[in-house]
T-cell receptor, first 112, second 116 residues
Framework: AQSVTQPDIHITVSEGASLELRCNYS??????LFWYVQSPGQGLQLLLK??????LVQGIKGFEAEFKRSQSSFNLRKPSVHWSDAAEYFC??????????FGQGTTLQVKP | AAGVIQSPRHLIKEKRETATLKCYPI?????VYWYQQGPGQDPQFLIS???????DKGSIPDRFSAQQFSDYHSELNMSSLELGDSALYFC???????????????FGPGTRLTVL
């Protein structure tokens, strides 16, 4: 069955520190992978996506993610976190029909 | 740039009532997806349409139905509402690539449905 696991429900980092949010997926074929960010009561904004090609993808707001097929992972990274990055982050996978299967989400808190 | 429009933004209904949620995709996007996000939960896929035909179906209750119209807007109809239907309902639109290749989805702001 297709699934996405985000092992960290809640992460707290200091402003200026680096960030890595973990994502593992289970999918039979080559997946399309996404990271979305959601502020409280708001919609989902796409940070970055992986369809094919270079396994290190760059996104908006200084985020990047690396697709590692051997580990079934698509971890999100940012070298220096800003207070405005505090939000909930969802990793998602889709196949040919396009429907997104989301992970449980990781809530990021940023300490001043 | 134009975004996905959802209406209404907030809706309060009583149990057993009906509700209709509307979604207007980004111009030239021919695919629409509906998701339901319960409190503290991740979004769950309900149903999708491509060129006005249902393309995929997820965990959508039989009490719910949806369609996509000739202008590509979509409506989600919910009947016999239950307390558990209270959630944020998102619509997303996407342009299909050449040959029907899947593309990224752009999400609307959501409709918050509260069932009392």
């Amino acid at each position: 069955a297709q699934s996405v696991t985000q092992p960290d429900i809640h992460i707290t980092v200091s402003e200026g520190a680096s960030l890595e949010l973990r994502c593992n997926y289970s999918y039979g074929a080559t997946p399309y992978l996404f990271w979305y960010v959601q502020s409280p009561g708001q919609g989902l904004q796409l940070l970055l996506k992986y369809f094919s090609g270079d396994t290190l993808v760059q996104g908006i707001k200084g985020f990047e993610a690396e697709f590692k097929r051997s580990q079934s992972s698509f971890n999100l990274r940012k070298p220096s976190v800003h207070w405005s990055d505090a939000a909930e982050y969802f990793c998602a996978v889709s196949g040919n029909t396009g429907k997104l299967i989301f992970g449980q989400g990781t809530t990021l808190q940023v300490k001043p | 740039a134009a975004g996905v429009i959802q209406s209404p933004r907030h809706l309060i209904k009583e149990k057993r009532e009906t509700a209709t949620l509307k979604c207007y995709p980004i111009p030239r996007h021919d695919t629409v997806y509906w998701y339901q996000q319960g409190p503290g939960q991740d979004p769950q896929f309900l149903i999708s349409f491509y060129e006005k035909m249902q393309s995929d179906k997820g965990s959508i209750p039989d009490r719910f139905s949806a369609q996509q119209f000739s202008d590509y807007h979509s409506e989600l109809n919910m009947s016999s509402l239950e307390l558990g239907d209270s959630a944020l309902y998102f619509c997303a639109s996407s342009p299909r690539g050449l040959g029907g290749v899947v593309n990224e989805q752009f999400f609307g702001p959501g409709t918050r449905l509260t069932v009392l």
